[in-house]
């Protein structure tokens, strides 16, 4: 069972193409989840487990094919708190980068801002964004507000604290070089800072957003009046409604995955996968 | 005390042989590295392995060790086959591998451990080859605050206190500078003598062969075979400035080189 | 993502009458200005004291809340270790489950082949969805802090240890082998120990995670005590000195775990036998 060096399986006979050895590649990766599936969907239709607490793969699909289509006049019930929970956590994301991301360039290059201000980003960092819900409800009750608040604080630190490293991780002698180029401020920014301090302030975008997201599933458990995911998924609680609440987790697994390697991942490989021969930022939780 | 050893133990110790290897290959996936090797190793025999890069013999040695298998042909130890990494061959790596974890004294005596002996006992029996590596003293410092050098001896240290019956060096020297290595075997001959034990070594380093094995095997390139079989006949301590070693050393680098040569001309032919 | 570079910032040179009184104003000198500005800005009316009640008000709270005239008496502390024990619970377990798995899928292919999928759709789940799920299953309290803690903080463990096994020399192995060692002496002598600065990381991150998840959890399952509780009930009465006070002692414990505790261990350890973990 402990790895020994065995000797490398010959290639294969007839020279497997690169298509086919993905297909494998996928095939392996999805026999232990469709096993756990078909398990599952067992456990449940032979009673072993209880359908009210544990509802079967079958009932989540169906579920979900219920929410998503539109009842009566209105629309699609699972798209609205998708999109609400996504224009949410979007919002709170795009506010805090609009914040977060000069003031780090600026606490990156003063020294002396970053030492004063240091301790307390140490301490606010650890600090989790949902304690600031409660506060948040006294003085603008449920809604919006208190969720788009709560997850700007959530991605606001995140951020904040990846662009200083980022920033002062690009050394004071690239900037001498420039400046001694006969740089200005502008082109500064544009020829230094802003492409050396781009690997780590990618990663700490990928990391805010995450945190937005997480921090809004239980912001909207907590805070929200209609719509969104967490509310979904909570709300179905009082209903013992197992089968929603699920296919609310499935969802935002999916758009939890998609944003990190959509996105972000688009955006890494146009510009630091290009740049640095190793490429690696570092996935975001 | 060497001298008096040398007498009683002649070097050519009772033709019993301990190690057999019979026609070895070794392939990683479509590379043949070893194509035919066949030696045997004698009981107590210092056996130097040397051969140009790339040719495999850090790889016969792990053959030895158990830690990888044969491709083809047979390799016994002691009439047995070997089929796997055990207490009987105790391995000493290039880059010494010391756990960080653990002082001196307890990566020395980390064999005794692993079988269960108690610590008085094991601490007792590594007491006498930390005494042989130029230890004393140093029991209970941590790996990472000694020297190349120093790490060496540990290594050294520990293959030997669990008393397996044979001892693998891989280019054991090759991880330290030339001054270090240099009174490294000047300072340890007399530890291979009180070891008494069946000594593997591989190295790139004719010199180093010359003078502290009984005999040099010399491999082809690859995919190697055994092209040299030179017995050293001088006594230990040997000295450097003996003609004899010197027309040792001259005879297994003329056929070292030629080797060299021949693979070098090879890679360019392919280029 | 560590906080300890930020903490170990070089204290500015001001003149203070002991090296000590220096360096504590230096650390902490911009935080105790705002401090007494936010004091001074509640004393003279210019902010909103309900919803910036003054620092010395919070003071006071948690000082009262401590002590026997607290509601109910000794609250302070009772809700502190009742969320300290469940994450310590979580932690624990994660970190033994967490191990074990981790070790599975780093040394052998069937673990990994099995795990590393279910594990790749499992992680992407923000650990809070499951709260709602874990409260029908294992009603509030408790038992589904707990389990929400563990899963914050397995999947990290399960990461960073699987990435200490791929980095670790295989030759150290070896050298057990060679020497005899059966299989669970392997485990415990030579991959316990090489993983360790790797585990130290894993729980390093697992905690920040798992104290954010048990907060939150808190609020959403929690009945009687607990900081989340604490803070979600005293905004139910608009207690807002309360929510204050429990915001203050989330945010020193929460530095304090992830930096102190956890610079401890790695002072007495890893630092010690001279080896370093990739971040």
């Given at each position: 069972m402990i790895a020994t060096r065995t000797p490398d399986v010959p290639p294969q006979a007839g020279g497997a193409s690169a298509s086919a050895s993905r297909l494998v590649a996928f095939a392996t990766f999805m026999l232990p989840i469709g096993a756990l599936l078909l398990l599952w969907e067992g456990t449940v239709r032979l009673g072993l487990a209880d359908a009210t607490i544990l509802p079967a793969p079958s009932m989540i699909v169906a579920r979900a094919w219920e929410l998503l289509n539109p009842v009566g006049s209105q629309h699609s019930l699972l798209l609205m708190h998708i999109g609400v929970s996504l224009w949410r956590a979007l919002a709170a994301f795009v506010l805090a980068c609009l914040v977060a991301i000069p003031l780090g360039f600026a606490l990156g290059l003063s020294k002396g801002a970053y030492r004063a201000l240091s301790p307390l980003l140490s301490l606010l960092l650890p600090l989790p964004a949902v304690a600031w819900t409660p506060i948040f409800l006294v003085a603008f009750g449920q809604g919006d507000i208190t969720i788009i608040g709560v997850c700007f604080l959530g991605a606001f630190f995140p951020v904040l604290y990846s662009t200083i490293q980022g920033v002062r991780g690009i050394g004071v002698h690239a900037i001498w070089v420039v400046r001694s180029m006969g740089a200005g401020p502008m082109d500064l920014f544009r020829r230094v800072l802003l492409p050396g301090a781009l690997p780590a302030l990618i990663s700490g975008l990928k990391l805010g957003m995450a945190h937005s997201w997480r921090t809004l599933v239980a912001a909207e458990m907590l805070a929200a009046l209609s719509y969104g995911l967490g509310y979904m998924i909570f709300a179905a609680r009082s209903y013992m409604d197992v089968s929603t609440m699920f296919v609310g987790i499935v969802c935002l697994a999916v758009i939890g995955l998609l944003i990190e390697h959509a996105i972000f991942g688009t955006l890494e490989r146009m510009t630091v996968a290009r740049w640095h021969s190793s490429g690696k930022v570092r996935g975001a939780r | 005390m060497s001298a008096d050893l040398a007498k009683v133990l002649p070097m050519n110790a009772r033709a019993k042989p301990k190690i057999i290897a019979k026609g070895i290959q070794k392939s990683f996936g479509s590379v043949l590295a070893m194509e035919d090797v066949t030696l045997s190793i004698q009981e107590r025999e210092f056996v130097a392995i040397i051969g140009p890069s790339g040719c495999g013999k850090s790889t016969f040695l792990y053959l030895i060790a158990g830690f990888e298998k044969p491709s083809g042909g047979e390799l016994t130890l002691n009439g047995k086959a070997i089929t796997g990494p055990g207490p009987d061959r105790g391995v000493v790596f290039q880059e010494f591998v010391l756990f960080p974890w653990l002082t001196v004294l307890r990566n020395i005596t980390l064999g005794l451990d692993i079988q269960g002996v108690k610590r008085e006992e094991a601490e007792a029996r590594a007491l006498k080859w930390i005494r042989l590596t130029g230890l004393s003293g140093f029991e209970n410092a941590y790996p990472s605050t000694l020297s190349g050098g120093m790490k060496q001896r540990v290594a050294i240290a520990r293959a030997l206190t669990y008393d397996p019956e044979v001892l693998l060096l891989d280019e054991p020297f090759g991880a330290l500078d030339v001054q270090t290595k240099n009174y490294m075997i000047k300072d340890l001959q007399n530890l291979w003598q009180e070891a008494n034990r069946t000594i593997v070594m591989i190295t790139h380093s004719v010199s180093e062969a010359v003078h502290m094995a009984d005999r040099v095997v010399v491999l082809s390139s690859r995919p190697s075979r055994v092209i040299a079989d030179v017995r050293i006949d001088v006594p230990h301590p040997r000295d450097r400035r003996n003609p004899a070693m010197h027309r040792y050393e001259d005879e297994i680098t003329a056929i070292l080189s030629a080797e060299v040569d021949k693979a070098m001309s090879l890679e360019r032919q392919i280029k | 993502m560590s906080t300890t570079d930020l903490a170990s910032a070089k204290p500015l040179s001001v003149a203070g009458a002991t090296p000590l009184l220096r360096n504590i104003f230096a650390r902490f000198g911009v935080i105790v200005v705002l401090l007494a500005l936010w004091e001074l800005a509640a004393r003279l009316g210019w902010i909103n004291t309900f919803l910036f009640p003054a620092p010395s008000n919070i003071a006071a709270t948690i000082w009262t809340q401590s002590g026997p005239d607290g509601n109910p008496p000794y609250a302070m502390p009772m809700h502190v270790l009742r969320s300290m024990i469940r994450l310590l619970?979580?932690?624990?377990?994660?970190?033994?489950?967490?191990?074990?798995?981790?070790?599975?899928?780093?040394?052998?292919?069937?673990?990994?082949?099995?795990?590393?999928?279910?594990?790749?759709?499992?992680?992407?789940?923000?650990?809070?969805?499951?709260?709602?799920?874990?409260?029908?299953?294992?009603?509030?309290?408790?038992?589904?802090t707990i389990i929400v803690v563990f899963i914050a903080a397995v999947f990290e463990v399960i990461y960073t240890i699987v990435a200490g096994i791929e980095m670790m020399n295989v030759k150290l192995f070896w050298v057990a082998r060679s020497m005899g060692a059966s299989r669970l002496q392997i485990f415990f002598r030579v991959i316990i120990p090489a993983i360790f600065p790797y585990l130290i990381t894993g729980l390093r991150l697992g905690t920040g995670y798992a104290w954010r998840a048990l907060i939150a959890a808190e609020m959403l399952a929690a009945s009687s005590f607990g900081l989340g509780f604490m803070i979600y009930d005293a905004s139910e009465y608009m207690s807002t000195n309360v929510i204050y006070a429990g915001i203050v002692l989330i945010a020193v414990l929460g530095y304090l775990l992830e930096n102190v505790l956890i610079g401890r261990l790695e002072a007495a350890t890893t630092e010690k036998w001279g080896v370093q973990s990739e971040r």
């Open positions: - | - | 619970a979580g932690i624990a377990l994660a970190l033994i489950i967490g191990t074990v798995l981790g070790v599975l899928i780093g040394m052998t292919r069937w673990a990994r082949m099995l795990f590393q999928p279910l594990i790749s759709i499992f992680m992407p789940v923000p650990t809070l969805a499951w709260t709602p799920v874990l409260l029908l299953l294992t009603g509030i309290d408790d038992r589904t």
